[in-house]
């Protein structure tokens, strides 16, 4: 059963991290939740948890009138179940003692105001799957998020075997996954070509990137790209964070026409409502704007992937994946639970290689 009360981090003004969140003490999940709910859920002790780009959306542009507060953010986490509440004459999947994967999706942090940076967290179990044996749950903390949105981007894509392909970003948390999944996916007989900076080379290299672009040498990386690979174009780019919108805007010259844009959205320049605005108005000009280039669209089509509720089969499926050895997750640094604040601060600056995990559990080693 829940203790009185468990650690969390929360929020109750929108802003930055670092001016929004305080570390807090709040009353424990009720559990099980009441009124009864219709299908099995969980309490899970938090061992671990994961940062992501999308913890920055809730903390600085949900207003309070939209999600229950205080809220406390995050969705990716690893722990153990605690209690189990199954309705009458249905079979639970989980038992107490039992290590897993979850996913606090945006509805339900919206609607609970509880999300994974907390010592406790009661969830539906559809949001959870079991920790596969042989997997630290270092690791698997930072799987699911972007992994799910990995393998969406790939599938969506189209990649397959022989294909060249274009990876924006293969060094961010999702980047880092996108390109292992494209590396199996085109086989030895495919080009996997990374763009990222001269810091994270040496990564996107070892992950399976056979020719590295560092954008950081051109004053425009669309005209090096060009330059390069117009004669030999790609059969996909995969942009894994919303890079420089001008790589899209000028990926007629270096993707084939039947080729698929697929991306992660449009980088914001900021955190404000305008920033965002803008962004969603970029997104859907990209999808919806006539492909033909005399009305000034670029030929190819794009393609975005959010990560709302990936469901319980993708997400077996990426934990299947890191339990077969065909996907690793790649950690940029792991921080203790009172140092949230400063894990943010990677995060927002936009230059994790990898994933930023928090060690939430005092006992865990």
């Given at each position: 059963?829940?203790?009185?009360?468990?650690?969390?981090?929360?929020?109750?003004?929108?802003?930055?991290?670092?001016?929004?969140?305080?570390?807090?003490?709040?009353?424990?999940?009720?559990?099980?939740?009441?009124?009864?709910?219709?299908?099995?859920?969980?309490?899970?002790?938090?061992?671990?948890?994961?940062?992501?780009?999308?913890?920055?959306?809730?903390?600085?542009?949900?207003?309070?009138?939209?999600?229950?507060?205080?809220?406390?953010?995050?969705?990716?986490?690893?722990?153990?179940?605690?209690?189990?509440?199954?309705?009458?004459?249905?079979?639970?999947?989980?038992?107490?003692?039992?290590?897993?994967?979850?996913?606090?999706?945006?509805?339900?942090?919206?609607?609970?105001?509880?999300?994974?940076?907390?010592?406790?967290?009661?969830?539906?179990?559809?949001?959870?799957?079991?920790?596969?044996e042989g997997k630290g749950e270092r690791e698997l903390a930072g799987s699911l998020v972007a992994g799910c949105t990995a393998v969406k981007m790939v599938d969506e894509a189209g990649?397959?075997?022989?294909?060249?392909?274009?990876?924006?970003?293969?060094?961010?948390?999702?980047?880092?996954?996108?390109?292992?999944?494209?590396?199996?996916?085109?086989?030895?007989?495919?080009?996997?070509?990374?763009?990222?900076?001269?810091?994270?080379?040496?990564?996107?290299?070892?992950?399976?990137?056979?020719?590295?672009?560092?954008?950081?040498?051109?004053?425009?990386?669309?005209?090096?790209?060009?330059?390069?690979?117009?004669?030999?174009?790609f059969d996909a780019v995969l942009d894994a964070v919303g890079a420089d919108m001008r790589i899209y805007a000028h990926c007629a010259q270096y993707l084939k026409p039947d080729g698929?844009?697929?991306?992660?959205?449009?980088?914001?320049?900021?955190?404000?409502?305008?920033?965002?605005?803008?962004?969603?108005?970029?997104?859907?000009?990209?999808?919806?704007?006539?492909?033909?280039?005399?009305?000034?669209?670029?030929?190819?089509?794009?393609?975005?992937?959010?990560?709302?509720?990936?469901?319980?089969?993708?997400?077996?499926?990426?934990?299947?994946?890191?339990?077969?050895?065909?996907?690793?997750?790649?950690?940029?640094?792991?921080?203790?639970?009172?140092?949230?604040?400063?894990?943010?601060?990677?995060?927002?600056?936009?230059?994790?290689?990898?994933?930023?995990?928090?060690?939430?559990?005092?006992?865990?080693?």
């Amino acid at each position: 059963m829940p203790s009185p009360a468990t650690q969390a981090w929360c929020f109750t003004v929108t802003g930055p991290p670092r001016s929004a969140l305080t570390l807090s003490h709040l009353p424990s999940p009720a559990f099980p939740p009441f009124p009864l709910p219709t299908e099995e859920y969980i309490l899970v002790t938090t061992s671990f948890s994961a940062l992501n780009p999308g913890d920055l959306f809730t903390t600085h542009l949900i207003p309070s009138f939209l999600r229950t507060v205080p809220t406390v953010p995050g969705l990716d986490l690893v722990g153990t179940v605690s209690a189990v509440y199954s309705p009458p004459e249905s079979t639970a999947r989980f038992k107490a003692g039992d290590k897993v994967v979850g996913l606090v999706v945006f509805s339900h942090i919206l609607s609970t105001g509880r999300g994974a940076l907390a010592g406790e967290v009661a969830i539906p179990a559809r949001y959870a799957v079991k920790m596969p044996e042989g997997k630290g749950e270092r690791e698997l903390a930072g799987s699911l998020v972007a992994g799910c949105t990995a393998v969406k981007m790939v599938d969506e894509a189209g990649v397959r075997k022989g294909h060249r392909v274009l990876v924006v970003g293969g060094s961010g948390g999702v980047g880092s996954m996108v390109l292992q999944m494209v590396r199996d996916r085109v086989g030895r007989e495919g080009v996997v070509v990374g763009v990222c900076s001269e810091t994270s080379v040496a990564i996107v290299q070892r992950l399976g990137a056979d020719e590295v672009v560092d954008y950081t040498m051109y004053d425009n990386v669309s005209s090096e790209l060009a330059k390069r690979y117009s004669k030999e174009k790609f059969d996909a780019v995969l942009d894994a964070v919303g890079a420089d919108m001008r790589i899209y805007a000028h990926c007629a010259q270096y993707l084939k026409p039947d080729g698929i844009y697929s991306s992660v959205g449009v980088k914001l320049s900021g955190f404000g409502v305008l920033d965002a605005v803008s962004a969603v108005w970029k997104m859907q000009i990209n999808t919806i704007w006539p492909k033909t280039p005399w009305l000034l669209g670029t030929g190819r089509t794009w393609k975005v992937t959010s990560m709302m509720d990936p469901g319980l089969e993708l997400m077996q499926r990426v934990v299947d994946m890191l339990a077969e050895g065909k996907l690793k997750v790649v950690i940029d640094s792991e921080w203790p639970f009172d140092q949230v604040l400063d894990a943010y601060d990677i995060v927002m600056a936009g230059r994790a290689k990898g994933k930023v995990i928090i060690k939430v559990g005092d006992d865990v080693q």
